[in-house]
């Protein structure tokens, strides 16, 4: 996770830009999440 900190840093990209990614990629992560509960609790059924 760091190494692609410092790699974005290195490309020159904004922190602003870094910190709206890694808000996208923890809000897909938690949709994922919240799919795999949904589907587990309906197997459950």
């Keep these: 996770m760091l190494a ?3 790699c974005a ?3 020159s ?3 602003k830009n870094l910190s709206n990614i ?3 990629i923890l809000s ?3 949709f994922y ?3 795999t ?3 587990k ?3 459950k059924i």
């Design 22 to 24: 890694a808000k996208m």
């Design 4 to 6: 692609h900190y410092v």
């Design 28 to 30: 897909l992560v938690a």
């Design 37 to 39: 509960n949904v589907i």
């Design 13 to 15: 990209i904004s922190e």
């Design 41 to 43: 609790l309906y197997h």
């Design 33 to 35: 999440v919240a799919c």
């Design 9 to 11: 840093k290195k490309s």
